[in-house]
C-alpha cells in the first residue's frame, strides 16, 4: 500500500492550503483515514480523522473550526484556512486499521511519506 501526499507548500499567515493523499489501488476504502502533522523534536500528532464513509469526523482542537477533512472513496483531502505559523509541519496522511478511527497513532496501519507546509508570518 502506497500513500501519495500533495499540495504542501509555503503560505503566508491567515492563507489557505489543501492537501490531499491518494492511496494506491489494494488499499481498502473501508477503512479511516486520516492526517497528522509533526515538527523537529516534537511528537507526530493528530490532525483529524474521517471515517471510511465520511459520517464522522474528529478534529484536534486546534484544527477544529479551520480545517476540513473529507474524502473520496480512497482519497483523503484536508483544506486549512486561516494557516498560523504554528501550522508549520510535516503532515503525513494514514490509513486506519479500521473503519473508524481517533487519534492515537496505532490506530493507523499505512503511512504516506509526508508533505510540509510552511506558514510565514
Known amino acids: 500500500v502506497q500513500l501519495q501526499a500533495s499540495g504542501g507548500g509555503l503560505v503566508q499567515a491567515g492563507g489557505s492550503l489543501r492537501l490531499s493523499c491518494a492511496a494506491s489501488r489494494g488499499t481498502s476504502s473501508n477503512n479511516a483515514m486520516g492526517w497528522f502533522r509533526q515538527t523537529p523534536g516534537k511528537e507526530r500528532e493528530f490532525v483529524a480523522s474521517?471515517?471510511?464513509?465520511?459520517?464522522s469526523t474528529l478534529y484536534a482542537d486546534n484544527a477544529q473550526g479551520r480545517f476540513t477533512i473529507a474524502r473520496d472513496r480512497s482519497t483523503v483531502f484536508l483544506q486549512m484556512n486561516g494557516l498560523k505559523p504554528e501550522d508549520t509541519a510535516v503532515y503525513y496522511c494514514?490509513?486506519?486499521?479500521?473503519?473508524?478511527?481517533?487519534?492515537?497513532?496505532?490506530?493507523?496501519?499505512?503511512w504516506g511519506q509526508g508533505t510540509l507546509v510552511t506558514v510565514s508570518s
Open positions: 474521517i471515517s471510511w464513509r465520511g459520517d
Open positions: 494514514a490509513v486506519s486499521r479500521s473503519s473508524y478511527s481517533g487519534r492515537g497513532l496505532t490506530s493507523y496501519r499505512y
